[in-house]
């Protein structure tokens, strides 16, 4: 991978999935759902945290609402029903899997992207991006007999 046309890093640490080090972390699927469900949690209760100190006193309160379309903004980053769930990748279509709890926003969002990766033919791109990647490789080891 590190001789491919991919920006591969390597390992990574936790820290890294959240610091902009990189776009795309492959774990085995265990390791991906304790990342994901720890993920969910955390933005939850910061959520409720944020609510609860910015309702503390009057200054907090003016504060909060001066800072309502930063809040707005910044939640629609951080909640995973504006993109429905996560793509399946490596099968031959579109497939979103979405969180057994969600929402009718999620779902709907979800069916959505599902929508705009067979409009944007996101596999074939895929697929060609793959193969090219597989005739540098080929390229690369025959450089090397």
Known sequence: LRGSSLNFIGNVEGR????GRCDVVV????????CLKISESLA???TAMMRE?????????AGAALSKRAFERMKKR???T??????LLGING???????????KAIKNGVRVAAEWVKNDVNEHIKTALEAEAVLA????????
């Open 16 to 19: 890294d999935i959240y610091n």
């Open 27 to 34: 774990t085995d699927g265990f390791t991906g759902n304790v």
């Open 44 to 46: 939850e209760m910061l």
């Open 53 to 61: 100190e910015l309702g503390r006193d009057v200054l907090s309160i």
């Open 78 to 80: 951080v909640d995973y």
């Open 82 to 87: 504006e993109m429905g769930g996560a793509p």
């Open 94 to 104: 579109a497939s979103i899997i979405c969180h057994g709890a969600s929402p009718v």
């Open 138 to 145: 080929e390229g690369r080891e025959g450089g090397r007999e």
